[in-house]
């Protein structure tokens, strides 16, 4: 749409009205979305996008999911909140059915991703001062440069993004900061009270950014060594993502707490979860620790059923199918702006070179051809579309890539 069209338009109302009243913490495409179905949204004009974002990968299982819709509207109408006061006949097989495919042993349920992330700081915490004996208020937690864990205070106090960080301190103290990928510097950096190291098995947020072959095998070597905690923030990665159900199976092996969210709901509901392999869970005794909404039967019911779906439809094996296609027709592409293009499964990033005029150009480009996708930082663009995208899609993204760049 060109700007005069753009002043005229219903959309432009949308945007103005948000500009009036709403805190300005995001800077959004310039589309205002008002329907949803499986990898297609529609805007307020009436028109189609195919959906690269996928919500940071919270719609993994497509928008709408009608099996997920179903156990929504029907748990609404019967029982929505409770509190832990009391218990409720969803929780229970939420829990079984999530340790039986993630082969965990303990669950504890949250609503966003930062606080799962800040669930299992907690956790690590305790399990330091109480099993590994760590002096009181002592305990370190190692976490990598360029992490993305969410937006509370103690998470943006250890990022190293300054957009992220800046001018929200002071800080909690007890984090140390070592460059991701490099197992070497993980090492040297744990000492007698280091408790966990918290780490993306793939930083998404960072632009995809796939850490050296062997790197989170080794880390889990160091970790076990010396009785670390290895938490893995498998929120963006986790769920079929990357073509695996969670990514560390890539390197066949298990964290002592996953963190999952976002698509933990197909994007219906926010809903996360600390996963335990260890009995590091067991630190924690009533009261200490809690939410409102965590647990609820609504969440807990739409997560049964957004984890039911991506099984039974096979979305973690289209993942990586698709995804691999996609991504060799994407390393096709013979055009001299793009630096380069990394991924697993469906997480896949396009980076361009730092003169090629910047990542939002393109996907302003890609929007006006019906393909919505968001730049992370200046030169990276994501592509992280619904799990249930099929190969005629795959090819037809690839497509509008190429006539774009
Ligand atoms: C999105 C994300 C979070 C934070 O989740 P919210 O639900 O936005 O709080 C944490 N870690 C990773 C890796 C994420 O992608």
């Given at each position: 749409m060109n700007d005069i069209a753009l002043e005229r338009s219903l959309t432009a109302s949308y945007i103005a009205l948000e500009a009036e009243y709403g805190a300005k913490n995001y800077k959004p495409l310039d589309v205002v979305l008002t329907r949803g179905e499986g990898v297609h949204?529609?805007?307020?004009?009436?028109?189609?996008?195919?959906?690269?974002?996928?919500?940071?990968?919270?719609?993994?299982?497509?928008?709408?999911?009608?099996?997920?819709?179903?156990?929504?509207?029907?748990?609404?109408?019967?029982?929505?909140?409770?509190?832990r006061a009391f218990r409720n006949d969803q929780l229970a097989p939420f829990y079984e059915e999530l340790c039986a495919l993630t082969n965990s042993h303990k669950v504890l349920p949250m609503n966003s991703g930062a606080e799962a992330v800040e669930t299992a700081l907690k956790v690590a915490r305790k399990w330091g001062y109480e099993v590994k004996g760590v002096p009181d208020g002592q305990a370190e937690i190692i976490v990598a440069a360029d992490n993305f864990h969410g937006r509370t205070i103690a998470i943006v106090g250890f990022s190293t993004?300054?957009?992220?960080?800046?001018?929200?301190?002071?800080?909690?103290?007890?984090?140390?900061?070592?460059?991701?990928?490099?197992?070497?510097?993980?090492?040297?950096?744990?000492?007698?009270?280091?408790?966990a190291f918290l780490v993306e098995p793939i930083q998404g947020e960072a632009g995809v950014i796939i850490p050296p072959a062997g790197y989170l095998q080794r880390?889990?070597?160091?970790?076990?060594?010396?009785?670390?905690?290895?938490?893995?923030?498998?929120?963006?990665?986790g769920l079929g993502r990357t073509g695996k159900l969670l990514a560390e199976e890539h390197e066949g092996i298990e964290a002592d707490l996953t963190l999952i969210g976002k698509a933990l709901s197909g994007g219906f509901y926010p809903v996360s979860a600390v996963l335990s392999n260890s009995e590091v869970m067991s630190v924690l005794h009533p009261g200490e620790h809690g939410s409102t909404f965590g647990g609820n039967p609504l969440a807990c019911a739409v997560a049964r059923a957004a984890l039911k779906v991506l099984v039974?439809?096979?979305?973690?094996?289209?993942?990586?199918?698709?995804?691999?296609?996609?991504?060799?027709?994407?390393?096709?592409?013979?055009?001299?702006?793009?630096?380069?293009?990394?991924?697993?499964?469906?997480?896949?990033?396009?980076?361009?070179?730092?003169?090629?005029?910047?990542?939002?150009?393109?996907?302003?480009?890609l929007q006006a051809r019906g393909l919505l996708a968001k730049e992370t930082h200046e030169h990276t663009i994501r592509i992280a579309p619904p799990l249930i995208l099929t190969a005629d899609q795959a090819d037809w993204i690839a497509e509008q890539f190429a006539a774009v760049l």
């Open positions: 949204v529609w805007d307020v004009e009436g028109r189609r996008y195919l959906d690269c974002l996928s919500a940071y990968s919270a719609v993994n299982q497509g928008h709408c999911h009608p099996k997920i819709l179903a156990a929504m509207t029907q748990q609404a109408q019967r029982l929505t909140l409770t509190s993004d300054p957009t992220s960080n800046g001018g929200f301190g002071p800080y909690p103290a007890g984090f140390k900061v070592v460059p991701y990928g490099d197992a070497a510097a993980l090492e040297a950096a744990i000492g007698p009270n280091t408790v880390a889990r070597e160091l970790c076990t060594k010396h009785d670390v905690i290895l938490i893995l923030d498998e929120i963006q990665t039974e439809e096979g979305m973690v094996e289209n993942a990586a199918r698709i995804g691999a296609r996609l991504q060799a027709s994407l390393h096709a592409i013979a055009a001299p702006s793009v630096k380069e293009v990394r991924g697993r499964g469906l997480m896949i990033a396009v980076e361009l070179h730092a003169d090629a005029g910047g990542a939002r150009r393109v996907c302003e480009a």
